[in-house]
């Protein structure tokens, strides 16, 4: 049946892999020391079988890592109560422009202390934005990502990016 395929098709044939790699920046000096340690990666494959409808159909156009594809945890704090903001930016390494990344924290984490915002999906630019507070030190807080807009007018190819997470420790 390959041979009978329309051209449309065979375009979304072609796999278009996705990969995000997760990294972190030093943080701002301070008598804490806080810190952020980044963990996980999330890799994508889109193809046909992405068809919304099967074959002369778009791609579904949305596709959501597991909940737990981003590990962050912030350490270093001088105690339950220092408070401290995450912020969360896109470094392209050969992207699409069409695509877009979302990203939300899905779990609360472990530690003493807490976590709070980000709990819906916000868009990753190339800028950095506020993503989610926090105070003392928490490990595992879970990240969930999202790719959207996806569909067959963008060029079968593989796109990367990076999204890196930045800890400033708040008054």
Do not use: H
């Not at 409808?53 to 962050?72: E, P, Y």
């Not at 990753?124 to 790719?147: M, R, Y």
């Amino acid at each position: 049946m390959k041979g009978n395929r329309s051209p449309r098709a065979a375009r979304a044939s072609a796999v278009t892999a996705f990969a995000l790699a997760c990294s972190l920046l030093a943080p701002q000096a301070s008598l804490a020391e806080i810190s952020i340690t980044v963990s996980g990666s999330w890799t994508e494959f889109v193809d046909y079988a992405d068809l919304a409808g099967g074959a002369g159909t778009n791609l579904t156009g949305t596709f959501t890592s597991a909940s737990n594809a981003v590990m962050v945890t912030v350490s270093g704090t001088l105690n339950k109560t220092d408070a401290w903001e995450v912020s969360v930016k896109r470094i392209d390494t050969g992207w699409n422009p069409a695509l877009a990344i979302l990203a939300r924290r899905t779990s609360n984490g472990k530690g003493q202390g807490s976590v709070s915002g980000g709990t819906n999906f916000v868009q990753v630019t190339e800028t950095d934005s506020p993503f989610f507070t926090g105070n003392g030190n928490i490990k595992d807080i879970q990240v969930q990502l999202s790719l959207t807009n996806m569909s067959l007018s963008v060029q079968p190819a593989s796109y990367m990016t990076t999204i890196q997470f930045t800890v400033i420790d708040t008054p």
